[in-house]
């Protein structure tokens, strides 16, 4: 009798998914809140989008044929960091500004640390922050939406930094996006719709963002105002970009905790921090330093969150 059992190396199971499938899939996800800031803002959010996803693209293509490594600009890993640099953009910035913060995301990011899969930060959070602290006037100067002119308008959370109150602003504007902002990051119905289809097809899990939505909202809630246990939690759950983060960069697969309970610490780190930076810092968002900086304390967090291995003590 003929033995048609084979026996081969693990994995054993195998799925129909690929790297290149599920970053295709997050840049899919990602088109509602494009389309949702070419909308509010105007051309200009669609030109600073392309300009960072082509500077990405190029750069990881420059760099794979200076390593002489296989060419991976086809797995729409640089695709995606182009798309999250240019939605945490301001619309009216300048042209060479996505470009220089494209080149930095993927060159300092990402390659210098040996490319996809061995990053330990977020390339597109890393491209911001570069740009932020090289010319913030640039990053914190925002557009009205629906304005035909260039008319300046402040951030629902910088206004609240300020003290000042932004008028006819309800709970719904903030929803749909009818306030100043970044591009990608206004909008929380389109962001919404694009973290359900990640959601659905399993790509990513409800550990990291819901437990940084929760810490973030909980501790705004007891010290977000003078007195205790009366903070607008709803208000900095819409504004700025604590969607976007908490959804589509706190979520990234290499530099996040790779257990469970490695990602819920991961995102109570990521609320409290947050919510630190927004009440206490200087700076009225905290969500991208937020992340990286749990980007850095990942490798502690998966030494003391590791599975159980099955038969030893």
Partial sequence: ???????????????????????????????PAGIAGVIIFGLSALWVTLLAVLAA????????????????????????????????????????????????SIAIGKQVFGGLGQNIFNPALVGRVFLMASWPKYMTTFVKPFSIDAVTSATPLAALKEGKIIEHLSYLDLFLGKH????????????????????????????????????????????????????DWLFHILSGGLILGAFFMA?????????????????????????????WGGYPEGVAYAILMMNGATPFIDRYTKNRIYGTK
């Fill in 180 to 231: 100043g902002g970044c591009i990608g990051e206004v909008c929380i119905l389109a962001l919404l719709i694009g973290a359900a289809i990640l959601l659905i097809k399993g790509y990513i899990s409800w550990h990291i963002p819901v437990t940084y939505i929760f810490t973030t909202a909980l501790f705004t809630y007891i010290f977000g105002a003078k007195t205790l246990f009366a903070g």
């Fill in 1 to 31: 009798m003929k033995n048609n059992l084979l026996v081969s190396g693990s994995p054993h199971i195998h799925k129909p998914e690929s790297i290149a499938r599920i970053m295709w899939t997050v840049v899919l996800s990602l088109v």
């Fill in 251 to 279: 979520t990234d697969y290499v530099a996040t905790p790779l257990t469970a309970q490695g990602q819920l610490i991961f995102g109570v780190g990521c609320g409290l921090l947050t919510a630190i930076i927004r009440l």
């Fill in 57 to 104: 693209v190029s750069t990881e293509f420059v760099f794979g044929l200076l390593t002489k490594k296989k060419i991976t600009i086809l797995d729409g890993s640089a695709v995606i960091t182009g798309i999250l640099l240019a939605f945490n953009l301001p619309s009216n910035v300048p042209l060479w500004l996505p470009v220089v913060g494209a080149v930095f």
